[in-house]
């Protein structure tokens, strides 16, 4: 059984009662929490007595920096965090439960992977609405708290009507007593993470920490050895490639046995780092994902002239202390080292994992190939990524409709509370609604009732000018204009990663507060065809 | 760094790319991936070119939709397209609007069929000599398809093509549809992108065990306007709605195989009223009537002879008057079952006609996997009494059917009902015999109607090219220029046995293709050859199963007697020349003998090796289970024979004063066995096929909080009285004496379930309350077999 909860990813959504007690536990902010933390890991054995801890980098915010009307929101959204991360531990332990009731727990080999990579900074500033970021719109928290507070206040963050994600400074936090977040593959605090191995049957519980250097790809291995598989050469006749992980099993019963694992490379998005012998050479790339909007000189950025660090890990468990000044030989060698492994990985170019981002080609983005769309019948569930990108581009959506008297319901919606766009009918009146991530909504209404009978409803968006710019929004009945509107920014990439497309009616999270109480909000006429397209600009 | 040693680097990872194997012109499946080899991916973004490659176009701009709709158990003489007696309106437009075929054949039973159709090859090459709960294990017959043989589904998904069955399955071995699998041989596993319907032979069509993809899904239980075949309608709409959404240039491949009209016959009354009197002079007369217009309109040639009846089979004359209204009934339900369903289909074509995609969708429209059911023996509410041999009268049934609700309650959710084989017969006219015979074409010829308005032309002349359902597959591969692959999935491929009949589309009278075609199901068996066929009939009567079992132990396949047929001049196999011409009886023998051998046929009759030898069925290697009240949908035939063979429940529940609902229940309205409470009295009741119940129930409404609950049966032997005593917390409350038991299956496609009673209902007493969740809790339930 693989299983794989989406906490803690953002959005952070548990139970209140769960983020209630962490109340107050995070008071004194990110900085302190490292000092705690670092002293707790290092009594407790889990990292050497002479670990570091690190520096927070210039970049990122000091606690005492952030403005005392903000602290509040802040600390909420660490309290939340810490109440899903609790909230998802407890129900790992239910599943560990039920195999223990029915007595399988003796022989069940668990495999506790405390998190796919470091804790997230992609909530940056901490925010209400977290695909703000990577849509690159810039907001002020005083945008968020003032919309928080129409949502029902700090209360309120956890709860389905936030995308919240809390501020990268305690992502930092979380990855103590390391350098920088996930998105980092240069530094531990993105790529260092604690496991639990067990398996009454054949592994002595033993309180010693294994330190033997090991990454992600080694489970494989160990659990071909562990079950005496041979690892197949053709499986239904595609020709396997190397298995590049080591078994583990080795330090299961001897936690001081010397590690088998002698090189491992480390990339993403061009911040890299490569492991050999107890050395690791770095190179943070040209982003810190802490830092919003794009990385200056990202277009003049080379990975031939990018800055590397060295580190001699036998003697220091964190990353603290920087030998490429000192050691100029050894960091070529690991740096032509990297150079290989990223080209037998295939790995190049370096950096590749940005080039579709706003920093680089955003035109050559995964999307539907698809410009047009005709329902024939009302769809639901049409995946926001394969749906028409209806509040990027410019598009004309045309819809036969029977409007009943006192007609009310969704015509169509796209994506979600945290960011979406709908047009309904609310009483008679169409209405249409731009909610830009929550932070800004741009709402249409008719200024009469629809007729009833059969009608033709058509929205059309036209971009003023750039992609994530102003769009005129004008709703049209039996082609006549009806309403008209400016969405004062528009989105650039998508407002949701897992939300939906709906005609007729609005499923998960409702885009609008109109209708949140209603939800789904079902059409209570018939939608015939309806047909989508974009325009040529 | 030094860049020429960069560079060195790339140009050794670009070469090592190209070193994998190219086919491109699909011999091999899948296809080999794209190259990038546009891109280029020096060190450096601002070095570096990104371009995707344009996906390969593999089939032509205007490949067509294809959609096959396959009606189960429905023989040549029932629509009236084809000069029966049920209203086909669907069946008569697609035929207008395209070509009829009168010389189509199946392999005389369900999953054989289905799998030479979807595969190309004979069904016992494909390991499908008979159904998947039959299934022993020889290489014809283990009932499971094998990957050597690709679908028509794999193969066209590799090309491109958006791909989705819809209903009858009964190609996955028995022993795995239970929701932990293995699932590799549910539909999806067989190149299906979307699969929604059953897995078994045949289900409820008011309570269906379903399935989507790989999981089991419930019908709704409150829509008393519910029925199965119109649920599947509205999925495949929805799933067309889909494709035209997520990826309208691909185009799809549908196979809609409803459970229709397969036993039970469960359908509206209101459809079956349509049919009032229609057919209350019986068989015989409907055989007179069908036969003569079949030649009035040309769908048989000129003199074609209406075959006699079977001697052993009942002559309309000889049914007392007191059954006659049964049996009548019983034909009206199967005569609205049909038109139900062809107005379905039509559903579904009207729905491609408002999409517009229609005009360039290929339907083949397969009236029947097999010729119309005779399993149904003497007429049955219960239509497992006959697969289980148990001993009854009409009488017996009928007094059963009185007390559910008489006449009326035929077709409903409360009885598995289904006709007399003289009704089966009678829609096989003009031929001999019915499905499950291979010899003769009451079992093997079915109507099919092509069309396909972009590309054919509609013809009314009649095609009368000897043509089997291996041939569907060739024709569609012929049809997309598609070469068969020699590898799919790096299993290597079998030979294809069919033939495209791609030619007859646009010339009447085109040469025949498929000019040597075997048959074979349960030791009747035909081969065909250049306008001749010979036939043994073998040992089976499948109208009458308990006269059947004396007859098969003596039966030696060596010594069979055959029959002689030139079809040429006898369309419906009513002139035996086996004493006139015995050297080409003799020709034909031996050569079905090495046809036989080559398509692992061999031993004759081996889908008969379970009724002589029941004990070596297919089965679970379970002795004792523990389940809890998430067990649900646990499939008859991969459950605990609870009442077939002794065995011991255990029981730890909850309950507050009064509760009820079911604790657990196997089988359902048809037979079967359940525990439940009622008002606090805990209840056992052993339904035996409808016609006798036998029930134990407490004398005391059972305490409010936790008990330990045993139900102990003891049953002599299969098919043996036994008996089952239940105790509360130790104490005995109640026994039931068996008097006589289910030897094989209560059922085909319901299910053992816990603390629940889905699907339909084992105790009639709840039927209106179902599916009756217990009030209480259930910690486990623990079986043990004796």
Request: a negative charge; charged letters at 20%.
């Amino acid at each position: 059984m693989y299983w794989a909860p989406g906490a803690s990813h953002g959005p952070h959504q548990v139970m209140k009662e769960w983020a209630d007690k962490y109340k107050g536990k995070f008071d004194d902010g990110w900085d302190k929490y490292r000092e705690r933390v670092f002293a707790n890991a290092k009594a407790k054995g889990w990292i050497p007595q002479n670990a570091q801890l690190t520096p927070r980098p210039t970049s990122m915010a000091a606690w005492d920096s952030i403005p005392e009307a903000e602290k509040p929101f802040q600390r909420r959204l660490m309290e939340v965090f810490a109440g899903f991360t609790e909230h998802a531990d407890f129900n790992a332990g239910r599943v560990i439960d039920e195999i223990e009731r029915q007595g399988k727990l003796d022989n069940t080999l668990i495999f506790y992977i405390w998190g796919d990579n470091g804790s997230s900074a992609e909530g940056l500033y901490g925010t209400i609405s977290e695909q703000l970021s990577q849509n690159g719109i810039p907001t002020q928290i005083s945008q968020h708290l003032e919309a928080l507070e129409e949502l029902g206040g700090l209360d309120a963050l956890g709860g389905p009507k936030t995308d919240n994600m809390y501020h990268a400074g305690w992502a930092w936090a979380g990855s103590t007593p390391y350098k920088s977040t996930k998105l980092v593959g240069a530094h531990f605090g993105g790529t260092r993470q604690p496991m639990a191995v067990s398996w009454p049957k054949r592994i002595k519980a033993d309180p010693t920490a294994r330190p033997q250097f090991h990454h992600v790809i080694d489970i494989v291995p160990t659990i071909y050895e562990l079950t005496q598989i041979t690892p197949p050469k053709v499986v239904n006749g595609f020709q396997q490639d190397s298995i590049d992980g080591v078994s583990m099993v080795y330090a299961l019963g001897d936690a001081k046995a010397p590690g088998t694992r002698k090189t491992q490379f480390f990339d993403i998005m061009a911040s890299r780092g490569i492991y050999h012998d107890g050395w690791f050479a770095s190179a943070p790339g040209p982003r810190e994902p802490w830092v919003g909007g794009l990385p200056k000189g990202i277009k003049e950025w080379s990975p031939l002239t990018d800055k590397w660090e060295l580190y001699n890990l036998e003697e220091d468990w964190s990353q603290a202390n920087d030998l490429a000044a000192t050691n100029p030989t050894k960091l070529e060698e690991m740096k032509l080292l990297f150079l290989l492994e990223s080209t037998k990985n295939k790995n190049l170019p370096i950096g590749g994992g940005l080039w579709s981002t706003a920093m680089f080609h955003p035109e050559d983005a995964p999307a539907s190939t698809l410009t047009e769309w005709t329902f024939d019948s009302p769809i639901t569930r049409m995946p926001e990524s394969a749906a028409p990108k209806l509040g990027k581009q410019d598009s004309l959506v045309s819809m036969e409709v029977d409007v009943p008297e006192n007609a009310n319901g969704v015509l169509y919606a796209l994506a979600g509370f945290s960011g979406g766009i709908t047009c309904y009918v609310k009483d008679g009146f169409l209405c249409y609604e731009f909610n830009l991530f929550e932070i800004q909504r741009t709402k249409l209404k008719s200024s009469d009732k629809l007729p009833t009978g059969k009608v033709k409803i058509e929205v059309e968006s036209k971009l003023v000018g750039k992609i994530g710019g102003p769009m005129d929004v004008t709703l049209k009945v039996n082609g006549k204009d009806v309403a008209q509107g400016r969405v004062p920014a528009a989105m650039s990439l998508h407002f949701t990663s897992n939300a939906t497309f709906d005609i007729g009616t609005d499923l998960d999270s409702p885009v609008s507060l109109d209708y949140y109480d209603q939800a789904p909000f079902t059409f209570n006429g018939t939608i015939g065809t309806t047909t989508v397209k974009y325009l040529k600009r | 760094m030094n860049r020429c040693k960069l560079l060195a680097i790339c140009l050794f990872v670009n070469l090592s790319a190209m070193t994998m194997a190219q086919t491109q012109d699909g011999s091999v499946l899948p296809f080999p991936p794209t190259p990038l080899s546009e891109s280029v991916a020096t060190p450096r973004l601002q070095d570096a070119k990104m371009k995707w490659p344009t996906p390969p176009q593999r089939l032509a701009k205007d490949a067509p939709n294809i959609l096959i709709v396959l009606l189960d158990d429905v023989g040549f003489g029932v629509a009236e397209t084809f000069g029966g007696e049920v209203h086909t309106p669907t069946l008569t437009k697609l035929a207008n609007e395209g070509l009829r075929y009168n010389a189509f054949h199946t392999t005389a039973i369900c999953s054989p069929t289905r799998a030479a159709l979807l595969t190309g090859r004979n069904h016992t090459r494909v390991g499908s000599g008979t159904i998947a709960e039959r299934a022993v294990a020889f290489d014809g017959y283990t009932g499971v398809m094998p990957k050597e043989a690709a679908t028509i589904a794999e193969v066209l998904r590799h090309y491109g093509y958006a791909t989705s069955a819809f209903g009858k399955w009964h190609n996955t071995p028995a022993t795995e549809t239970t929701s932990i699998g293995p699932k590799d041989r549910w539909p999806n596993g067989y190149g299906f992108d979307y699969f929604y319907g059953f897995l078994a032979g045949e289900t409820s069509q008011w309570e269906p065990r379903l399935v989507e993809n790989y999981n089991t899904v419930e019908p709704p239980h409150d829509d008393p306007k519910y029925h199965l075949t119109e649920d599947m309608v509205n999925k495949a709409l929805s799933w067309i709605d889909d494709r035209q959404a997520y990826a309208p240039d691909r185009p799809f491949l549908m196979y809609w195989a409803p459970g229709a009209a397969h036993g039970p016959h469960h359908i509206f009354p209101e459809w079956a009223d349509k049919y009032k009197g229609k057919f209350d002079d019986g068989w015989d007369a409907y055989r007179e009537r069908v036969h003569q217009r079949q030649l009035e309109m040309g769908i048989i040639p000129p003199g074609t002879k209406l075959t006699p009846r079977d001697e052993t089979m009942a002559a309309w004359a000889d049914i007392p008057e007191n059954q006659r209204a049964f049996q009548r009934r019983g034909m009206e339900l199967f005569a609205g079952f049909v038109e139900h369903t062809d107005v379905q289909v039509g559903r579904i074509v009207d729905g491609l006609e408002q999409r517009g995609l229609r005009e360039n969708t290929l339907i083949l429209y397969i009236v029947g996997d097999n010729g119309s059911s005779s399993e149904g023996q003497q007429g049955s509410i219960s239509e497992l009494l006959a697969q289980n041999n148990i001993p009854n009268t009409v009488d017996q049934q009928l007094a059963a059917l009185e007390k559910l609700g008489g006449l009326p309650v035929l077709g409903s959710p409360k009885t598995d009902n289904m006709y007399h084989a003289g009704w089966a017969w009678a829609g096989c006219t003009p031929f001999k015999s019915t499905k499950l015979v291979a010899a003769h074409f009451g079992g093997t010829r079915n109507p099919l109607v092509v069309s396909w308005p972009k590309r054919i032309q509609p013809d009314a002349t009649m095609r009368s090219q000897f043509t089997h359902c291996v041939d569907i597959a060739p024709t569609i591969y012929d049809l997309l220029h598609i070469t068969p692959p020699k590898s799919v999935n790096g299993h290597q491929q079998m030979q294809i046995d069919g033939h495209s009949f791609a030619a007859t589309f646009g010339q009447a009278d085109a040469p025949a293709t498929n000019t040597e075609q075997f048959f074979d199901n349960n030791g009747s068996r035909a081969i065909y050859k250049d306008g001749w066929m010979a036939c043994a009939f073998g040992p089976f009567y499948p109208w009458n199963t308990p006269a059947s079992l004396p007859r098969l132990a003596k039966w030696d396949s060596a010594t069979d007697e055959w029959e002689l047929y030139d079809l040429k001049k006898d369309f419906s196999q009513s002139n035996n020349l086996a004493e006139s011409n015995p050297a080409k009886l003799a020709e034909l023998q031996k050569e079905f003998l090495v046809l036989a051998e080559d398509n692992h046929a061999f031993p004759i009759g081996a889908g008969n090796w379970l009724r002589l030898r029941p004990q070596d069925r297919v089965s679970t290697p379970y002795r004792s289970w523990t389940f809890t009240e998430s067990t649900r949908r646990m499939p008859e035939f991969t459950a605990p024979g609870l009442g077939r063979e002794s065995n011991v429940v255990e029981i730890d529940m909850e309950c507050g004063a009064d509760a009820s609902g079911v604790l657990y229940a196997l089988g359902g309205s048809g037979g079967g066995l359940t525990l439940y409470m009622d008002q606090g009295r805990l209840i056992y009741l052993y339904n035996m096929m409808i016609i006798e119940q036998y029930e134990a129930r407490s004398a005391q409404p059972l305490t409010a909080g936790k008990h330990k609950i045993v139900v102990d049966t003891a049953i002599g032997g299969p098919g043996k009285e036994g008996t089952a005593v239940i105790t509360v917390d130790g104490k005995e409350i109640g026994k039931a004496e068996l008097k006589r038991t289910v030897p094989a299956a209560f059922t085909a496609s319901e299910s053992f379930d816990v603390g629940v009673d889905l699907g339909s209902t084992v105790a009639e007493a709840y039927a209106e309350r179902r599916p009756f969740k217990f009030e209480g809790s259930i910690e486990k339930v623990t079986v043990a077999l004796k």
